[in-house]
């Protein structure tokens, strides 16, 4: 779900995304209500790229895409992402969202994808129960097959947020919480609203999404080559698999247009620093926090 600069090729190939994987694990940097500035050099690269990728390859890629990720993980298995043990520190409203200490927590992981999030999750808290689901059924077969996994504990499926009906898995109006973390950017932006509509009809009322994903102007947003445009600030890798670039504009009108309320919406800005390269490299989250209002 990420990338980053230990690799020089970083958007060509699957061991610079392991690359971003890692970074990942480990997301610490400052806020901002602004996205960062670009460099002379940076824009004229953005600028320079204005040729499309065919709409015949747009149209393969996205009748592909449950197919390129499913050999994503054939190929990587469970060891591209590291166990995300920040969540709960980047996100404090698993702990603040409950009423009090010993309410059972249920939670969706949106787009699970081994399990890197709900496992160190279960394991820390112990009053939780987690709706896990992805795009890719090898995932979620990895996700069933991990040694933490507990049918008592965890609920783990298959489905196509876009167009698989959530209730199916998930009772209705029955999570506290859902994590949407490097997800919506493998989604085509024109089907996103319909995922967060999916998302939002398995929500309690007053129940929070919580959003990381990549941001605006990421480094490895300028790392891709020509012929890898697939429209504004989306973008396919070698593999087949994409990756959309959000601004903290488009995301607050997205969700609001699929119902929700904007709490917090805002830059992550980091630096990755490759000693071994002599690279010290932007990256960018967006991290945010939306509510379901009571009238959804």
């Known amino acids: 779900m990420s990338l980053t600069a230990t690799d020089k090729n970083e958007v060509e190939s699957s061991e610079t995304l392991s690359a971003a994987s890692k970074d990942e694990a480990f997301p610490s940097g400052h806020t901002s209500s602004t996205a960062r500035h670009l460099s002379q050099e940076e824009l004229d690269r953005l600028n320079n790229e204005r040729a499309l990728v065919s709409d015949f390859k747009q149209m393969k890629l996205e009748k592909e895409a449950q197919k390129n990720w499913d050999l994503f993980y054939k190929r990587n298995t469970t060891n591209f992402f590291k166990d995300r043990h920040w969540t709960t520190r980047e996100f404090e409203e698993l702990r603040a969202c409950r009423e009090f200490e010993s309410q059972k927590l249920v939670l969706l992981e949106a787009g699970c994808g081994v399990g890197n999030c709900i496992f160190p999750l279960l ?10 689901c992805d795009f890719s059924p090898r995932a979620v077969e990895f996700v069933k097959k991990n040694p933490l996994f507990r049918p008592e504990r965890c609920c783990a499926f298959q489905c196509d947020l876009t167009k698989d009906d959530l209730t199916e898995n998930v009772p209705e109006g029955s999570v506290d919480v859902v994590t949407l973390i490097f997800v919506l950017s493998a989604v085509h932006p024109d089907k996103m609203k319909l995922a967060l509509q999916n998302i939002g009809m398995v929500l309690k009322p007053g129940g929070v999404v919580l959003f990381r994903d990549y941001g605006l102007y990421d480094h490895a947003m300028l790392r891709f080559k020509s012929g890898s445009k697939l429209g504004d600030n989306f973008y396919v890798r070698q593999d087949g698999t994409r990756s959309y670039f959000f601004s903290k504009e488009f995301l607050a009108e997205l969700f609001e247009e699929a119902g929700f309320q904007s709490v917090i919406n805002e830059y992550v800005l980091r630096e990755t620093v490759n ?3 002599g690279l010290c490299v932007p990256r960018v989250f ?4 939306f509510i379901k209002p009571p009238h959804f």
């Not at 394991?123 to 896990?132: G, T």
């Not at 967006?286 to 926090?289: A, E, G, H, P, Y």
């Open 123 to 132: 394991e820390e808290d112990l009053n939780i129960f987690v709706y896990a």
């Open 275 to 277: 000693k071994k390269e």
């Open 286 to 289: 967006l991290q945010s926090k």
